[in-house]
């Protein structure tokens, strides 16, 4: 990103979005709420959701870091997310139109999804589900996935969703961490017309890890897979059984109860189990939803994301179905079979609202904009990205080409930690490509130095924010002191969180996002660790040593350059075979572009590998002052 906060282009929007918009006067409903954010989110959690009972306490902050909000209150998600739309004409209404790769599809009104999702519900219970049990869900981008994790939430359990494009150490140990008893995963998933053998290494991880009692499959692309005999069942099969009927209580919760834990990469190379909560989490998703996305009853919106990522949790799966939204999902690969997959979508489902990710954007871009032109995309009316900083000219081609020039780009800034998004434009702000804009209503951030004084315009520093917020992670899963070290000793004497990205504020107070000043590449969108990535490698026998560093790339963003030092005595093996060895262990986003074979690392004195040095090296730059450097 070349942006240096100076004067740029600036767009506003059209008099059709103004008059459209839910917030007619971002800048003013901002304002407004600074000043009291905990009124600001009080009343949207009086506004936009229902509770069984109310809260005594908005938020608590006796306990900090741990804050806690809407103290006392009763709820369950899914009493918001389904059941109340159930009394209204919105149970005609499509929840989700979901496209398989090969082109069918399959619509979803909320009385049916409630009967799916009662019914998976069910089966779950007559397996010893329980409220506060932990439910793994690694699975491709099915509805079913979408059931699985409402079905869990329903009778209180707890789902952690495994990305299916991880592999068996790390679905191993994510499930050793949440101490699953059950699983839920599929045969397989189709990528690119082929299928990923999902069970094979759900199977293995099951063996690896111990803990899963059962294990239900979803039956997807009917290809062979191994069944342990009582141990694994077909989903269709038990959603036959009398026991699976279409109704089930929703079960009465706690508003600081847990809701469901995802893993996350953090620095060290054990994933985090971020943990979020019924009360403040739906408060953050439906909150930000409405008036950043401007949903009302004639959008379909189409969250790009996949359900496995907190995107998908928040955006796919929670927020529009507490606003009673119809959500597309698509299973396969944007590119498949052609690269106008995506605008073909757009047209036949007349998509108004398109989510997703500048890689995406670049990865499409990439194939020119005929591919979109031969489609009518005119029914879009916003557009959004998340997941990295968006370069301008990626951003202008979305503008243009994609949304014919007419439809403002929300760039939402966020994390899995922040539940929803935390510093975005809303469809009234002037926009600057490259910049989120400005805090979203309720939200406190600032750029500061290591001491925490805020910055100058144009300077670069730590991204921090200065109030609690009810979609904040409640800890990390069985790790209370890793949440209070990862996140608030940094700035521990003000109370800050730390996002772990560095940032600039312009002349104008809008935020641009640099990126990750921790060990977290983003690849594609994905987040990933390098110890992650380099305790892989050094399961390897050939590898005494790795460190990972990531380069920026055209289309990813960044794609991972590992320099690895061989053990004495073993044979140098193909670079394609520790490629691979990667793969099976974490799977394909964490697979290292390049893999170079040195003799040492650059380390500091106390024994830290200087990334530095390594990311000057990779790219062929002056490593700059070498000082510090132990040899
Ligand atoms: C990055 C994804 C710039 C950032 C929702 C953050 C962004 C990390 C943006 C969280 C954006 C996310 N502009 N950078 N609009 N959105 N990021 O947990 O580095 O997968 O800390 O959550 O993505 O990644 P995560």
């Not at 109340?84 to 049916?112: C, P």
């Not at 059950?182 to 690896?208: C, M, P, W, Y």
């Not at 009692?213 to 191994?226: A, D, I, P, S």
């Not at 059984?241 to 079960?251: I, R, W």
Request: proline share 5%; aromatic share 10%.
């Amino acid at each position: 990103m070349t942006n240096n906060g100076a004067k740029q282009e600036l767009y506003h929007p059209t008099d059709e979005v103004k008059q459209n918009a839910f917030v007619k006067d971002d800048q003013a409903v901002r304002e407004a709420s600074y000043a009291d954010p905990v009124k600001f989110w009080e009343d949207r959690a009086n506004e936009l959701l229902d509770w069984y009972e109310p809260w005594d306490k908005a938020m608590d902050n006796s306990n900090a870091p741990f804050y806690k909000w809407f103290v006392g209150a009763k709820t369950n998600i899914i009493h918001n997310a389904i059941d109340r739309h159930l009394d209204t004409q919105r149970k005609n209404k499509l929840a989700f139109i979901w496209i398989a790769e090969d082109g069918h599809a399959v619509s979803m009104s909320y009385f049916r999804l409630n009967r799916e999702v009662s019914k998976f519900a069910n089966v779950l219970k007559s397996m010893g589900v329980k409220k506060g049990d932990t439910v793994t869900i690694y699975m491709g981008r099915t509805l079913e996935q979408v059931i699985a994790m409402l079905a869990t939430t329903k009778i209180g359990a707890i789902h952690s969703v495994v990305y299916g494009g991880f592999s068996t150490e790390a679905l191993a140990e994510r499930i050793e961490d949440a101490r699953s008893r059950v699983l839920v995963t599929q045969d397989g998933s189709f990528h690119r017309g082929k299928v990923v053998n999902l069970k094979e290494i759900a199977n293995e991880a099951v063996r690896r890890s111990g803990h899963v009692e059962h294990v239900v499959t979803l039956r997807r692309t009917g290809h062979e897979v191994e069944m342990v005999e009582g141990r694994d069942f077909w989903w269709h099969e038990l959603m036959n059984l009398p026991v699976a009927n279409g109704s089930c209580e929703t079960e009465v919760m706690d508003a600081e109860d847990p809701l469901f834990i995802l893993y996350t990469s953090g620095t060290t190379g054990k994933p985090k189990g971020v943990l979020h909560t019924h009360g403040g989490y739906q408060v953050q998703v439906a909150t930000t939803l409405q008036y950043v996305f401007d949903l009302n009853e004639q959008d379909r919106w189409w969250c790009a994301a996949d359900p496995g990522w907190i995107t998908g949790h928040s955006y796919i799966v929670y927020g529009p179905l507490i606003l009673g939204a119809t959500s597309v999902i698509y299973e396969g690969a944007p590119d498949y079979p052609y690269p106008d997959r995506w605008w073909r979508i757009v047209e036949e489902y007349g998509v108004t609202v398109l989510y997703t990710a500048p890689t995406a954007i670049r990865g499409l871009m990439r194939f020119g904009e005929a591919w979109v032109k031969r489609h009518d995309t005119s029914s879009l009316r916003l557009l959004g990205t998340v997941g990295e900083p968006i370069n301008p000219e990626a951003w202008r081609w979305y503008h243009e080409v994609v949304g014919g020039g007419r439809c403002p780009i929300m760039d939402t800034w966020w994390q899995t930690e922040t539940g929803g998004f935390m510093i975005t434009p809303m469809p009234t702000t002037p926009l600057k490509p490259g910049s989120g804009t400005k805090p979203f209503a309720g939200v406190i951030a600032d750029v500061v130095d290591e001491e925490g004084n805020p910055v100058k315009p144009g300077e670069e520093g730590y991204l921090v924010l200065q109030h609690p917020w009810p979609g904040m992670l409640r800890t990390v899963w069985g790790d209370p002191e890793r949440y209070r070290q990862q996140y608030w000793s940094t700035f521990e004497k003000q109370g800050w969180y730390t996002a772990g990205d560095s940032a600039r504020k312009d002349d104008d107070g809008y935020f641009w996002i640099i990126g990750r000043i921790d060990d977290v590449i983003k690849v594609s969108g994905y987040r990933l660790g390098t110890a992650e990535i380099e305790s892989a490698l050094v399961a390897h026998k050939a590898v005494a040593e790795a460190a990972v560093i990531g380069v920026p790339d055209e289309v990813k963003g960044n794609v991972i350059h590992a320099f690895v030092i061989l053990t004495q005595g073993i044979a140098q093996p193909e670079e394609a075979e520790l490629k691979q060895f990667v793969r099976d262990e974490i799977g394909p986003i964490a697979v290292p572009a390049h893999i170079e074979f040195v003799e040492a690392l650059p380390k500091t004195r106390s024994g830290k590998i200087m990334r530095r040095v390594l990311r000057a090296t990779a790219m062929g730059e002056d490593p700059g002052d070498m000082s510090t450097l132990a040899d």
